[in-house]
């Protein structure tokens, strides 16, 4: 079997595809979940795959981006721009975390709109100096959470779609 028939026609495939588009920075969660749905898979299935593939690179971003970026600096200063770009989102989305600390992440993370998730919040979550202990279960909150609105938004926009309103 191919690995395009394998991801595209069975059930575990389905999954991990699933899993893989909502690690996609930017796409994340709000985009793999209704990735999943189309695909074919039951809301069942594709709410815990877009969950844990949103979730997978938290903990690294969390524990590992600035020496990351450190590197980066030093060894590839061509993108000494990007790292730049992306500090600075990070201090940018930082500013509106940090008032509320962990309640901020968790809200931050959990609305499902550009710009917000798992990725920017652990990214925000780094550059404030939050312990991976305390910083990780508002991410996995905030996940769930836009996890709920996406699945709500989606079985709504697929029963608009289907003329079954």
């Known amino acids: 079997m191919e690995l ?18 909502s690690m996609i920075p ?24 877009a969950v844990v593939g949103n979730l997978i690179p938290a903990p690294f971003i969390i524990v590992y981006i600035r020496r990351i970026f450190e590197l980066m600096r030093k060894y590839l200063p061509s993108l000494n721009g990007l790292v ?12 509106k975390v940090q008032k509320y600390q962990y309640l901020g992440l968790w ?23 939050m312990r991976l202990k305390k910083a990780m279960p508002a991410v996995v909150l905030g996940v769930l959470t836009a ?19």
């Open 107 to 129: 809200l931050f993370v959990a609305i499902p709109l550009p710009g917000t998730g798992a990725w920017t919040g652990s990214l925000a979550a780094a550059f404030l100096g």
């Open 26 to 49: 930017v796409i994340e969660l709000r985009g793999g979940l209704p990735f999943g749905v189309a695909l074919g898979l039951p809301y069942y299935l594709a709410f815990p795959a």
């Open 4 to 21: 395009f028939d394998f991801l595209t026609t069975t059930t575990g495939g389905k999954c991990l595809l699933t899993m893989l588009v």
């Open 147 to 165: 996890g709920c609105i996406m699945l709500a938004l989606t079985h709504v926009g697929v029963n608009l779609f289907s003329g079954a309103v």
């Open 84 to 95: 730049d770009k992306l500090e600075k989102k990070a201090h940018l989305k930082g500013q």
